[in-house]
């Protein structure tokens, strides 16, 4: 995971559009309001007692049958995916979606609607910078039992490719391409849903299309359309004829794309693993993807940079020469020994510091912390994480020494793992939202023997003393 020098987004205003839930058949009003820094995608079931909030969140998925499904303290979000491409596709990193029913409108089965109604409102920048998890590994994710696979590899970018093969003749094999999620928009947003129809068949036996037409599913006819069905199909679709055009579809409905049918599924995978919660710099490629084992790779992605967070060591060479040692550590930062509790600084940007503290048994408090069991305090630790903060701030002034930096507040401290002497603390500093009017808001983190041992967020104030 890293800080990106990008700022999150969200929307400048509320934008609404209505319609109907496909498998509902409900009335449905949408309204994408603008949310904070770190909200990430919420829903909120406004016609509920309470108003009751469910993250777009992996785990909170429970059916991905017709459609991905959420659901938190029984409460559901059904067909979530084509919305939360819409966001994607845009790089809008927060926005709560208000909702009157369980299911958003279906609109024509593409995100396109969603895209306009959000372009309409217009995106801001936020304080925070946007973070990504940037892929180094190739991960993959096999369903043995359809053959599905997904699996991510490196690149320098988000993008995605899927390859549908549904074995019948008339849809036959199809791929699609999106190398740029800034191509979304033009590319993939109008690519809608479809279905074939010995399954349209049986979801209208079952009751679960009530909100289906011709304008917003692409049905392929894989099989004679009998007398009786056709009658089902005028009822549910409220026409006086239905017929098969030449290229193997019901009528009324034109083709956006020859290869629409892969670009909706491309369309999927992009909401679907919206749901990791995080942006992504990778390449997916897409074997057969369908929604479960778009949610299964995307659970397995999660569960990945959830255990990566916990030991994202910083990769350092320690035997390489430092950008700064500590006599040039020094002209920057007043402290002195014994308080100064850091000897070297490795990356040094803008927004971004990791520097060493090499732990030795000669430290002064090891001398009553304790006797007998040195253990370096938790409360230094922190204070040479702020060291190390202290550095990536005051390196953005012409003349460090004529500043200070005072804590102001310390939020979050969390310790996870004790440091001995002869240990090496490897410190990673990164700003959570950009310096401004002299306050600094920080996220540090500490590392040792390959393992997280404290974090915390830090916030100062910076002080002009000469």
């Known amino acids: 995971m890293i800080t990106t020098e990008i700022k999150q987004t969200t929307i400048s205003k509320p934008t609404s559009l209505s319609g109907v839930g496909l498998h509902t058949g409900q009335e449905v009003k949408l309204t ?26 992996i785990n909170f998925v429970t059916t991905t049958q017709r459609g991905t499904v959420l659901e938190k303290n029984g409460v559901t979000i059904q067909t979530c995916e084509h919305v939360l491409a819409a966001l994607v596709g845009l790089e809008i990193d927060n926005v709560n979606i208000e909702l009157n029913a369980s299911e958003p409108p279906i609109m024509d089965g593409s995100s396109k609607f969603f895209v306009e109604a959000l372009e309409s409102a217009g995106k801001v920048d936020l304080e925070q910078f946007r973070k990504e998890y940037v892929v180094k590994n190739v991960i993959s994710y096999k369903d043995e039992k359809s053959g599905s696979e997904i699996t991510i590899i490196p690149s320098d970018h988000y993008e995605v490719t ?17 190398n740029k999620i800034e191509d979304f928009k033009n590319e993939i947003s109008n690519s809608r849903t479809f279905s074939f129809l010995h399954e349209i068949e049986m979801l209208l036996n079952e009751g679960l ?8 599913a692409i049905v392929y006819v894989d099989k004679e359309l009998s007398k009786p069905t056709m009658e089902k199909l005028k ?13 193997g579809i019901l009528d009324n409905l034109t083709l956006h794309h020859p290869n629409e049918a892969a670009r909706h599924k491309l369309l999927d995978v992009i909401g679907d693993l919206a749901l990791a919660g995080v942006r992504l710099r990778g390449k997916v490629i897409a074997n057969k993807p369908g929604h479960y084992v778009n949610t299964k790779f995307a659970k397995k992605l999660s569960d990945i940079i959830k255990i990566e967070k916990k030991n994202n060591v910083p990769n350092v060479d320690l035997n390489s020469d430092p950008i700064m040692d500590t006599n040039r550590i020094m002209e920057v930062l007043p402290h002195r020994p014994p ?8 990356e040094l940007t803008s927004s971004n510091v ?9 430290e002064t408090f090891f001398q009553g912390h304790f006797p007998g069991f040195p253990v370096m305090p938790g409360v230094l630790i922190v204070e040479a994480m702020a060291q190390i903060g202290g550095i990536l701030v005051l390196n953005t002034f ?3 020494e004529d500043y200070l930096t005072f804590f102001a507040k310390i939020d979050k401290v969390k310790f996870k793992n004790k440091v001995f002497p002869g240990d090496t603390i490897i410190f990673k500093c990164t700003l959570i939202s950009p310096i401004r009017r002299g306050i600094c808001h920080m996220q540090g983190y500490a590392y040792a023997n390959g393992k997280l041992c404290a974090e915390a967020e830090l916030i100062a104030q910076i002080t002009k003393v000469k």
Do not use: C, H
Request: proline share 4%; charged share 20%.
């Open 209 to 216: 299309i009530k909100g289906g037409d011709l304008n917003n």
């Open 398 to 400: 012409e003349n460090p």
């Open 32 to 57: 994408f309001m603008p949310a904070k820094s770190n909200n990430g995608y919420t829903f909120t079931r406004v016609d509920l007692d309470g108003n009751p909030i469910i993250e777009a969140n």
């Open 162 to 178: 899927t390859m549908v093969d549904f074995g019948t003749k008339i849809l036959g094999t199809q791929n699609a391409t999106l």
């Open 339 to 346: 308080f100064l509790f850091v000897d070297k600084i490795y």
């Open 235 to 247: 009822i549910a679709f409220n026409k006086n004829d239905i017929k098969v055009k030449s290229n």
């Open 354 to 362: 990791v520097g060493v503290k090499n732990v030795t048994i000669n």
